[in-house]
């Protein structure tokens, strides 16, 4: 599912000033077309398929994904991490500041993967969908 991703081109040098949250900015929008294309295959009622993207692009479903694949990534991509999380705040009222971190900091890694390594996102995203059905 996420050939798509592959198709992309990486972006030149202009793309590496963008800070942290730019790039989880991006990484969220990344994540959650992912996730759409995904779910837009399966028969179901539009606020179905709604709900289904709602529930894997929350702070927490992020979260857990970041941990299902961190034992995959490079150092790079762990300082990427690093410095999302860093720079995420404390999150919504009500949420899980930990978990927010986690999540801005995967969606981080995810914004400049898909700017800077097409092939390399589209790899953990494929990880992601086989843990994902060995888990079910």
């Not at 759409?36 to 993207?53: I, W």
């Not at 990534?73 to 705040?89: H, I, K, M």
Request: charged residues 25%.
């Amino acid at each position: 599912m996420s050939d798509w991703i592959r198709l992309q081109q990486a972006l030149p040098s202009q793309a590496s000033d963008l800070g942290p949250l730019q790039l989880a900015w991006l990484g969220d929008a990344v994540w959650e077309l992912h996730q759409r294309l995904r779910h837009c295959r399966r028969p179901g009622r539009s606020a179905d398929l709604h709900r289904a993207v709602v529930s894997e692009v929350r702070a927490d479903a992020q979260a857990l994904a970041l941990e299902r694949l961190q034992p995959l990534l490079t150092d790079l991509e762990r300082d990427l991490v690093r410095r999302g999380r860093n720079r995420a705040g404390k999150g919504p009222r009500g949420g899980d500041p930990a978990a927010y971190g986690k999540a801005t900091g995967f969606e981080t890694m995810v914004g400049w993967l898909f700017l800077h390594s097409p092939a390399r996102l589209a790899q953990l995203l494929d990880r992601l969908e086989e843990t994902e059905s060995s888990l079910s």
